[in-house]
Protein backbone atom coordinates (compact mmCIF):
# COMPACT_ATOMS: atom_id res chain seq x y z
CA UNK A 1 0.00 0.00 0.00
CA UNK A 2 2.60 2.29 0.67
CA UNK A 3 4.20 2.04 -2.49
CA UNK A 4 0.98 2.93 -4.10
CA UNK A 5 0.40 5.76 -2.38
CA UNK A 6 3.80 6.83 -4.04
CA UNK A 7 2.87 5.76 -7.13
CA UNK A 8 -0.71 8.25 -7.26
CA UNK A 9 1.21 10.62 -6.02
CA UNK A 10 3.96 10.45 -8.80
CA UNK A 11 1.47 10.71 -11.34
CA UNK A 12 -0.38 13.60 -10.04
CA UNK A 13 2.95 15.39 -10.26
CA UNK A 14 3.69 14.57 -12.82
CA UNK A 15 0.45 15.74 -14.45
CA UNK A 16 0.95 19.13 -12.72
CA UNK A 17 4.60 19.53 -14.54
CA UNK A 18 3.03 18.95 -17.99
CA UNK A 19 0.53 21.67 -17.36
CA UNK A 20 2.90 23.95 -16.40
CA UNK A 21 5.23 23.06 -19.34
CA UNK A 22 2.23 23.74 -21.75
CA UNK A 23 1.32 27.16 -19.83
CA UNK A 24 4.99 27.98 -20.07
CA UNK A 25 4.81 27.31 -24.26
CA UNK A 26 1.17 29.02 -24.47
CA UNK A 27 2.67 32.15 -22.70
CA UNK A 28 6.30 32.10 -24.92
CA UNK A 29 3.71 31.73 -27.80
CA UNK A 30 1.67 34.45 -27.08
CA UNK A 31 4.51 36.44 -26.03
CA UNK A 32 6.08 36.09 -29.66
CA UNK A 33 2.98 36.53 -31.24
CA UNK A 34 2.58 40.03 -29.60
CA UNK A 35 5.94 41.07 -30.86
CA UNK A 36 5.47 40.07 -34.25
CA UNK A 37 2.29 42.26 -34.23
CA UNK A 38 3.93 45.07 -33.05
CA UNK A 39 6.84 44.64 -35.25
CA UNK A 40 4.26 44.58 -38.28
CA UNK A 41 2.85 47.76 -36.95
CA UNK A 42 5.86 49.93 -36.19
CA UNK A 43 7.25 48.45 -39.45
CA UNK A 44 3.66 49.52 -41.15
CA UNK A 45 3.91 53.28 -39.40
CA UNK A 46 7.44 53.40 -40.64
CA UNK A 47 6.53 52.38 -44.43
CA UNK A 48 3.61 54.49 -44.23
CA UNK A 49 5.72 57.82 -43.15
CA UNK A 50 7.97 57.07 -45.68
CA UNK A 51 4.83 56.99 -48.20
CA UNK A 52 3.11 59.89 -47.27
CA UNK A 53 6.98 62.12 -47.13
CA UNK A 54 7.04 60.23 -51.07
CA UNK A 55 3.09 62.07 -51.95
CA UNK A 56 4.10 65.13 -50.07
CA UNK A 57 7.46 65.36 -51.91
CA UNK A 58 5.82 64.59 -55.39
CA UNK A 59 3.21 67.02 -55.05
CA UNK A 60 6.13 69.90 -54.77
CA UNK A 61 7.84 68.62 -57.40
CA UNK A 62 4.67 69.09 -59.50
CA UNK A 63 4.20 72.16 -58.23
CA UNK A 64 7.34 73.61 -58.34
CA UNK A 65 7.31 72.08 -61.93
CA UNK A 66 3.75 73.53 -62.75
CA UNK A 67 4.47 77.01 -61.63
CA UNK A 68 6.63 78.05 -65.02
CA UNK A 69 3.67 76.68 -67.18
CA UNK A 70 1.11 78.39 -65.08
CA UNK A 71 3.01 81.43 -65.08
CA UNK A 72 3.62 81.19 -69.07
CA UNK A 73 -0.34 81.19 -69.56
CA UNK A 74 -0.95 83.53 -67.05
CA UNK A 75 1.54 86.23 -68.25
CA UNK A 76 1.36 85.60 -72.22
CA UNK A 77 1.78 88.70 -74.47
CA UNK A 78 -1.09 90.55 -75.47
CA UNK A 79 -2.52 89.37 -78.62
CA UNK A 80 -5.48 91.27 -79.10
CA UNK A 81 -8.18 93.89 -77.95
CA UNK A 82 -11.82 93.97 -77.93
CA UNK A 83 -13.66 96.99 -77.99
CA UNK A 84 -17.27 97.38 -77.03
CA UNK A 85 -19.28 100.65 -76.72
CA UNK A 86 -21.17 102.71 -79.19
CA UNK A 87 -18.27 105.31 -80.53
CA UNK A 88 -20.12 108.81 -81.41
CA UNK A 89 -17.13 111.19 -81.38
CA UNK A 90 -14.24 108.46 -81.35
CA UNK A 91 -13.20 105.75 -84.04
CA UNK A 92 -11.85 102.37 -83.09
CA UNK A 93 -8.41 103.54 -84.70
CA UNK A 94 -8.15 106.16 -82.25
CA UNK A 95 -8.89 104.00 -79.24
CA UNK A 96 -6.75 101.37 -80.54
CA UNK A 97 -4.24 104.16 -80.97
CA UNK A 98 -4.48 105.63 -77.23
CA UNK A 99 -3.76 101.89 -76.02
CA UNK A 100 -0.92 100.95 -77.87
CA UNK A 101 2.11 102.42 -76.11
CA UNK A 102 0.69 100.28 -72.75
CA UNK A 103 0.10 96.85 -74.58
CA UNK A 104 3.55 95.78 -75.42
CA UNK A 105 3.80 93.83 -72.48
CA UNK A 106 2.33 90.77 -71.16
CA UNK A 107 -0.83 90.02 -69.21
CA UNK A 108 -0.03 90.26 -65.93
CA UNK A 109 2.24 93.77 -66.33
CA UNK A 110 -0.02 95.87 -68.20
CA UNK A 111 -1.50 98.89 -66.30
CA UNK A 112 -4.84 99.24 -66.50
CA UNK A 113 -5.67 102.35 -64.78
CA UNK A 114 -2.73 103.71 -67.06
CA UNK A 115 -4.89 102.00 -70.14
CA UNK A 116 -8.45 104.26 -68.62
CA UNK A 117 -6.44 107.42 -68.06
CA UNK A 118 -5.37 107.26 -71.51
CA UNK A 119 -9.15 106.23 -72.99
CA UNK A 120 -10.68 109.67 -70.75
CA UNK A 121 -8.00 111.68 -72.27
CA UNK A 122 -9.61 111.66 -75.64
CA UNK A 123 -12.19 113.57 -76.61
CA UNK A 124 -15.75 112.69 -76.38
CA UNK A 125 -14.99 109.45 -73.59
CA UNK A 126 -16.86 109.92 -70.52
CA UNK A 127 -16.49 106.52 -68.73
CA UNK A 128 -13.64 103.76 -69.64
CA UNK A 129 -12.78 100.84 -68.56
CA UNK A 130 -10.36 97.67 -69.35
CA UNK A 131 -9.99 94.55 -68.23
CA UNK A 132 -7.58 91.28 -68.68
CA UNK A 133 -9.51 88.15 -70.68
CA UNK A 134 -7.53 85.36 -70.28
CA UNK A 135 -5.52 83.95 -71.85
CA UNK A 136 -4.10 87.08 -74.00
CA UNK A 137 -6.74 89.63 -74.78
CA UNK A 138 -7.80 93.05 -72.91
CA UNK A 139 -11.50 94.01 -72.89
CA UNK A 140 -11.92 97.67 -73.61
CA UNK A 141 -15.58 99.21 -73.42
CA UNK A 142 -15.91 102.97 -73.51
CA UNK A 143 -19.26 105.25 -72.90
CA UNK A 144 -19.05 108.30 -74.99
CA UNK A 145 -20.37 111.98 -73.96
CA UNK A 146 -23.46 112.95 -74.70
CA UNK A 147 -23.54 116.52 -76.35
CA UNK A 148 -26.02 119.14 -75.05
CA UNK A 149 -25.50 121.74 -77.46
CA UNK A 150 -23.27 123.20 -79.96
CA UNK A 151 -21.01 125.86 -78.18
CA UNK A 152 -19.44 128.39 -80.80
CA UNK A 153 -16.10 127.82 -82.32
CA UNK A 154 -17.62 124.53 -83.38
CA UNK A 155 -17.31 122.76 -79.98
CA UNK A 156 -19.89 120.78 -77.98
CA UNK A 157 -20.94 120.70 -74.41
CA UNK A 158 -21.02 118.01 -72.46
CA UNK A 159 -23.82 118.10 -69.19
CA UNK A 160 -21.00 119.52 -67.23
CA UNK A 161 -20.72 122.29 -69.70
CA UNK A 162 -17.42 121.22 -70.90
CA UNK A 163 -16.29 121.86 -74.21
CA UNK A 164 -15.01 118.72 -76.03
CA UNK A 165 -14.58 119.00 -80.32
CA UNK A 166 -15.66 115.63 -81.73
CA UNK A 167 -12.31 113.41 -83.14
CA UNK A 168 -14.11 111.09 -85.12
CA UNK A 169 -13.98 111.68 -88.76
CA UNK A 170 -17.01 111.95 -90.47
CA UNK A 171 -19.28 111.87 -87.19
CA UNK A 172 -22.95 112.56 -87.92
CA UNK A 173 -23.39 116.33 -88.33
CA UNK A 174 -26.83 116.09 -89.18
CA UNK A 175 -27.15 114.86 -85.28
CA UNK A 176 -25.28 117.54 -84.41
CA UNK A 177 -26.62 120.14 -86.09
CA UNK A 178 -29.93 119.42 -84.35
CA UNK A 179 -28.54 119.77 -81.25
CA UNK A 180 -29.25 123.70 -79.79
CA UNK A 181 -26.78 126.44 -80.33
CA UNK A 182 -25.13 128.65 -77.04
CA UNK A 183 -22.43 131.16 -77.62
CA UNK A 184 -20.90 133.36 -75.05
CA UNK A 185 -17.64 134.96 -73.92
CA UNK A 186 -14.67 132.58 -73.02
CA UNK A 187 -15.64 130.85 -70.16
CA UNK A 188 -19.08 131.33 -69.56
CA UNK A 189 -20.25 128.06 -71.06
CA UNK A 190 -21.34 126.94 -67.86
CA UNK A 191 -23.47 130.02 -67.02
CA UNK A 192 -24.75 129.98 -70.61
CA UNK A 193 -25.55 126.48 -70.34
CA UNK A 194 -27.50 126.54 -66.89
CA UNK A 195 -29.43 130.10 -68.42
CA UNK A 196 -30.31 127.37 -71.64
CA UNK A 197 -31.78 124.38 -68.97
CA UNK A 198 -34.18 127.06 -67.43
CA UNK A 199 -35.44 128.66 -70.35
CA UNK A 200 -36.20 125.67 -72.27
CA UNK A 201 -38.14 124.66 -68.69
CA UNK A 202 -40.06 127.27 -68.81
CA UNK A 203 -40.92 127.78 -72.74
CA UNK A 204 -41.44 123.65 -73.24
CA UNK A 205 -44.78 124.00 -72.08
CA UNK A 206 -45.92 126.32 -74.95
CA UNK A 207 -44.50 123.68 -77.59
CA UNK A 208 -41.25 125.98 -78.22
CA UNK A 209 -38.36 124.98 -78.93
CA UNK A 210 -34.97 127.13 -77.49
CA UNK A 211 -33.14 126.62 -80.91
CA UNK A 212 -30.05 129.12 -80.20
CA UNK A 213 -29.04 131.33 -77.18
CA UNK A 214 -26.62 133.96 -76.71
CA UNK A 215 -24.46 136.18 -74.00
CA UNK A 216 -22.64 139.14 -75.37
CA UNK A 217 -19.98 140.78 -73.72
CA UNK A 218 -22.04 143.19 -71.87
CA UNK A 219 -24.43 140.46 -69.95
CA UNK A 220 -27.39 140.95 -72.68
CA UNK A 221 -29.34 137.49 -73.49
CA UNK A 222 -30.97 136.93 -76.45
CA UNK A 223 -32.52 133.69 -77.21
CA UNK A 224 -34.07 131.80 -80.68
CA UNK A 225 -37.05 130.08 -80.94
CA UNK A 226 -38.68 128.84 -84.53
CA UNK A 227 -36.96 132.09 -86.04
CA UNK A 228 -38.41 134.28 -84.06
CA UNK A 229 -35.48 136.56 -82.24
CA UNK A 230 -36.05 137.48 -78.43
CA UNK A 231 -34.13 139.87 -76.64
CA UNK A 232 -34.44 139.78 -72.76
CA UNK A 233 -31.29 142.05 -71.61
CA UNK A 234 -29.50 141.65 -68.81
CA UNK A 235 -31.76 141.48 -65.64
CA UNK A 236 -34.57 140.22 -64.34
CA UNK A 237 -34.67 137.17 -66.79
CA UNK A 238 -37.59 134.68 -65.64
CA UNK A 239 -39.42 137.72 -64.74
CA UNK A 240 -39.57 139.09 -68.47
CA UNK A 241 -39.77 135.00 -69.75
CA UNK A 242 -42.95 135.00 -67.60
CA UNK A 243 -43.72 138.55 -69.47
CA UNK A 244 -43.17 136.52 -72.59
CA UNK A 245 -45.45 133.41 -71.90
CA UNK A 246 -48.31 135.40 -70.45
CA UNK A 247 -48.53 137.68 -74.37
CA UNK A 248 -48.12 134.21 -76.04
CA UNK A 249 -50.53 132.46 -74.31
CA UNK A 250 -52.86 135.72 -74.84
CA UNK A 251 -51.56 137.04 -77.88
CA UNK A 252 -49.10 136.13 -79.96
CA UNK A 253 -49.83 131.72 -79.89
CA UNK A 254 -52.25 132.20 -83.12
CA UNK A 255 -49.74 134.84 -85.18
CA UNK A 256 -46.54 133.10 -83.91
CA UNK A 257 -45.45 132.47 -87.24
CA UNK A 258 -45.97 136.42 -88.87
CA UNK A 259 -43.29 136.94 -85.73
CA UNK A 260 -39.88 138.09 -86.37
CA UNK A 261 -38.70 139.87 -82.67
CA UNK A 262 -39.46 140.56 -79.12
CA UNK A 263 -38.12 143.02 -77.37
CA UNK A 264 -39.12 142.70 -73.55
CA UNK A 265 -36.40 144.72 -72.20
CA UNK A 266 -38.78 147.57 -71.20
CA UNK A 267 -40.09 147.76 -67.90
CA UNK A 268 -43.92 147.77 -68.67
CA UNK A 269 -44.06 147.18 -72.70
CA UNK A 270 -43.34 144.68 -75.06
CA UNK A 271 -41.64 145.59 -78.71
CA UNK A 272 -42.72 142.86 -81.29
CA UNK A 273 -41.54 143.20 -85.05
CA UNK A 274 -43.38 141.81 -87.45
CA UNK A 275 -42.48 139.77 -90.58
CA UNK A 276 -42.23 141.84 -93.64
CA UNK A 277 -45.70 142.80 -95.20
CA UNK A 278 -47.41 141.29 -91.86
CA UNK A 279 -49.10 142.91 -89.12
CA UNK A 280 -50.58 142.08 -85.63
CA UNK A 281 -54.29 142.42 -87.51
Not at 137 to 156: C, F, P, Q, Y
Not at 170 to 195: F, I, M, N, R
Request: glycine fraction near 8%; charge should be positive; proline fraction near 4%.
Amino acid sequence: MPFGRFRGKSRRHSSSTEKHRRGAIRKKTEKKRQRQQLNFRQGWQKLSNVLSLIVIAAFFVGVIAAVPVGWFWLNRPVASIGIEGELQWNEQASVKAALLPHIDQRMLQVDLEEMRQSLLRLPGVAEASVKRSWPDRLEVSVTDKVAIARWSGGGLLDKEGRIFRPAKAGHDATAQQKLPQLQGPDGSQQEVLQQYLMLSRLLRPLGLSLDRLELNALGGWRLFCDDVEIVLGRQRLQQRVHRLVSLYNGQLERQWLNVRRIDLRYSSAVAVAWVSGKNSG
